[in-house]
């Protein structure tokens, strides 16, 4: 069974400060993996994704995410946090032919000026 | 082009209630996801309709829970009688292709079950 974990349900950076959003997967067939972001009073948003190819991922808003199947690992990151970055993050699994996606608890980043 | 809509917002009900919630898709997504989140844990997989036809139930918490999705076009899941443990926000989903592709996401809906 497919499932997600989280490291850390609340993250606080400074503005300018390297952002870092730990996700570890666990998954019995080669994974597609989702990084998505929930904006107050949003619905969520595709942030990322790596299906097959470049292990590196770069997304919108200057965020990024290596995948490392050693580590079966998805980190996200963004080298200079930004006060508009203070969200609700979701890391997320699926596989080929699967249809549920499976999320993590979320990780809310707050940004301090 | 609209996005993904969820009615109501919000919905506040007594246990023992009824509540229906509606999800709009994007229009020409055949694929269509209902997701809860309790209590700020992770978002858990509810059920998956391929137009009309429900593809993927095994998240229905039990029976009380109910999805429909009229002519492949929005849906509506009716929780009858809602209980304590309900309460959570239920968030709809749609894609056009498959779920590895991109989940389109409502805002949800926050209900309350008192």
């Known amino acids: 069974a497919q499932s997600v974990t989280q490291l850390g349900s609340h993250v606080s950076v400074s503005e300018g400060a390297l952002v870092l959003l730990r996700c570890n997967y666990s998954?019995?067939?080669?994974?597609?993996l989702f990084w998505y972001v929930q904006y107050p009073n949003q619905g969520l948003q595709l942030l990322l994704k790596?299906?097959?190819?470049?292990?590196l991922v770069k997304g919108i808003n200057g965020f990024e995410a290596e995948f490392k199947k050693s580590e079966t690992s998805f980190h996200l990151t963004k080298p200079s946090a930004h006060m508009s970055d203070a969200a609700e993050y979701f890391c997320?699994?699926?596989?080929?032919?699967?249809?549920?996606?499976?999320f993590g608890a979320g990780t809310r980043l707050f940004v301090k000026a | 082009e609209a996005g993904v809509t969820q009615f109501p917002s919000h919905s506040v009900i007594e246990k023992g209630q009824t509540v229906t919630l509606r999800c709009d898709p994007i229009?020409?997504?055949?694929?269509l996801y209902w997701y809860r989140r309790v209590m700020g844990k992770e978002i858990k997989f509810l059920l998956h309709?391929?137009?009309?036809?429900?593809?993927?139930e095994s998240g229905m918490p039990n029976n009380r829970f109910l999805a429909e999705r009229t002519g492949g076009t929005y849906s509506t899941l009716k929780v009858q009688p809602a209980e304590l443990e309900d309460s959570g926000v239920y968030f709809c989903a749609s894609s056009q292709n498959r779920a590895y592709e991109k989940l389109f996401f409502g805002s949800g809906t926050q209900l309350s079950v008192l």
């Open positions: 997320a699994v699926t596989h080929t032919g699967g249809f549920k996606t499976i």
């Open positions: 790596y299906t097959t190819g470049a292990t």
């Open positions: 309709f391929v137009k009309e036809s429900k593809q993927d």
């Open positions: 998954s019995s067939v080669p994974p597609y």
């Open positions: 229009s020409g997504h055949d694929n």
